[in-house]
């Protein structure tokens, strides 16, 4: 069974960037599909990120387009996050998640889960 650890958050102002972590302790990360959801206060968790485990191809949600990228770190059992020109309407918990079915956003095709990692931008 997976077990995800998110790392990397905080607080920033707008424009700044942060890099979010996740390690996997599976043996079997290669073989899983990872995504980035966030979850802002009062509002549904929702896809961000997502990074396929095979050919490491990437897919992102509008809003992050050209702003955020994902990686992913066979080697380590790690993906990243990296997050570039930070807005306000970016401040949420950052969860990193784990399928074995890839291309996937909705958050009830996620099987694995992480505690979460707030980031915060400020104005």
């Known amino acids: 069974q997976a077990q995800l650890v998110e790392s990397g958050g905080g607080l920033v102002q707008a424009g700044g960037s942060l890099r979010l972590s996740c390690a996997a302790s599976?043996?079997?990360?290669?073989?899983?599909?990872m995504g980035w959801f966030r979850q802002a206060a009062g509002k549904e968790r929702e896809f961000v990120a997502g990074?396929?485990?095979?050919?490491?191809?990437?897919y992102y949600t509008d809003s992050v387009k050209g702003r955020f990228t994902i990686s992913r770190d066979n080697a380590k059992n790690t993906v990243y996050l990296q997050m570039n020109s930070l807005k306000p309407e970016d401040t949420a918990v950052y969860y990193c998640?784990?399928?074995?079915?890839?291309?996937?956003?909705?958050?009830?095709?996620?099987?694995?889960w992480g505690q979460g990692t707030q980031v915060t931008v400020s104005s």
């Open positions: 599976a043996r079997t990360f290669g073989r899983y599909a």
């Open positions: 998640a784990a399928t074995v079915l890839p291309g996937r956003r909705s958050f009830n095709e996620y099987e694995y």
């Open positions: 990074i396929s485990w095979g050919d490491s191809s990437a």
